[in-house]
């Protein structure tokens, strides 16, 4: 075990080593929020084409890369569920390469269930926050985050649901790595700016644990729901919602999700939708 981990997990200790992890976070996320404009472009994918990159992301990740999925020939991951669902993509802006994707899947109604419900309902054990418990048009999910393996360093990184975006150093300038980290975060954060424009307010996920733990050092706090399963890899079903995604979130870090929402917002008005 590290030192760093031994430190976070003694109590008290623990305790005050992350809260200044947290405070540096946040005090850097200012910075993160310039470089992230500056290198990084969220997307909606509104065309067949900028779908079709999404399913060639996925493809790369989850077919190729970790085996989660059977390849295809025509090298494009789809299901079911991308029918009701919003697609996004996050570019690299000096390349013009896409980086990674999210989709929001919506549900209309009951004929519409989410991945979460189809292949993992027994796991959503909450009394509270479950898919059940909420109409249909007010629930979604966050589903198939995928960042490439190029934008990730290390090799125990490449792990599609707990990617956190960290770019090859050999690769790309030192200034542009501040943010490569923060892919993961931009992506969940473009997922909650399509779902809250579409009056969505409740949101699940599965992912990993120790993924959701990193996302609360910027003050995205997912509940978990359930305990953690089998589902590509060790995951756990996580619950979120408008209010705790907007008044958790910290304040260096409401700059990133400010100029994430406003750079949606102006493609969904180009878009006409």
């Not at 005090?27 to 290198?39: K, R, V």
């Not at 770019?167 to 931009?186: D, W």
């Amino acid at each position: 075990m590290s030192w760093s981990k031994k430190i976070m997990d003694t109590p008290i200790i623990g305790d005050a080593a992350r809260k200044v992890a947290s405070i540096k976070a946040n005090s850097e996320a200012h910075s993160i929020a310039d470089h992230f404009t500056q290198y990084l472009e969220p997307e909606l994918a509104l065309t067949p084409k900028s779908r079709e990159e999404v399913f060639q992301i996925r493809h790369n990740v989850y077919c190729d890369e970790l085996n989660f999925l059977p390849t295809h020939q025509s090298g494009l991951e789809t299901d079911s569920f991308d029918a009701h669902s919003e697609l996004a993509l996050i570019k690299h802006k000096p390349s013009n390469i896409y980086t990674g994707c999210i989709r929001v899947v919506k549900s209309s109604d009951s004929s519409e269930q989410m991945p979460i419900e189809y292949y993992c309902g027994d796991s959503m054990q909450h009394d509270q926050f479950h898919p059940r418990y909420f109409k249909r048009g007010e629930i979604c999910e966050f589903s198939r985050l995928a960042v490439k393996n190029q934008f990730r360093r290390r090799k125990n990184d490449r792990f599609t649901g707990s990617a956190t975006g960290v770019i090859s150093e050999t690769t790309y300038s030192e200034t542009e790595l501040r943010c490569f980290p923060f892919i993961a975060i931009g992506l969940y954060m473009t997922a909650a700016t399509i779902a809250i424009e579409s009056g969505i307010n409740h949101a699940f996920v599965m992912m990993e644990p120790r993924l959701a733990r990193s996302m609360q050092f910027v003050g995205i706090k997912f509940e978990q729901i359930g305990p953690a399963i089998e589902y590509h890899g060790k995951r756990a079903p996580y619950y979120i919602n408008a209010d705790m995604f907007l008044n958790n979130l910290s304040n260096g870090f409401q700059s990133l999700f400010l100029e994430i929402n406003k750079t949606i917002n102006q493609q969904i008005l180009s878009s006409g939708n």
